[in-house]
């Protein structure tokens, strides 16, 4: 089994900032990649950052230079820097994990979501 919890979330003001964070535990023997995902009410759940072990980094177009992300492969726990927030980045934050668990077993594996609410 594998386990992510999230934290961070929260209702910032436009032009705050929030830092999100997502550990994992369990039995994982090796992280691939880790990420962050986001899901608006009645939209589907879009990339929002990912990096690799290998340390390639991919931002979506709408958060590029505003968010940076982070992650700890020893620690096994991924960070979000999210700066000058807009009302369009509320959404539900999902932290995903892709991990090597035994033998021939590589799985995608998401937290259970954190909430962001930009509002004045």
């Known amino acids: 089994q594998v386990q992510l919890v999230e934290s961070g979330g929260g209702l910032v003001q436009p032009g705050g900032s929030l830092t999100l964070s997502c550990a994992a535990s369990g039995n994982i023997l090796s992280l691939v990649a880790m990420g962050w995902h986001r899901q608006a009410p009645g939209k589907q759940r879009d990339m929002v950052a990912t990096t690799n072990r290998g340390g390639a980094i991919e931002y979506a177009d709408s958060v590029k230079g505003r968010f940076t992300i982070s992650g700890d492969y020893t620690t096994k726990t991924v960070y979000l820097q999210m700066n000058d927030l807009k009302p369009d980045d509320t959404a539900v934050y999902f932290c995903?994990?892709?991990?090597?668990?035994?033998?021939?077993?590589?799985?995608?594996?998401w937290g259970r979501g954190t909430q962001v609410t930009v509002s004045s």
């Open positions: 995903n994990v892709y991990a090597y668990t035994g033998p021939g077993k590589w799985d995608s594996y």
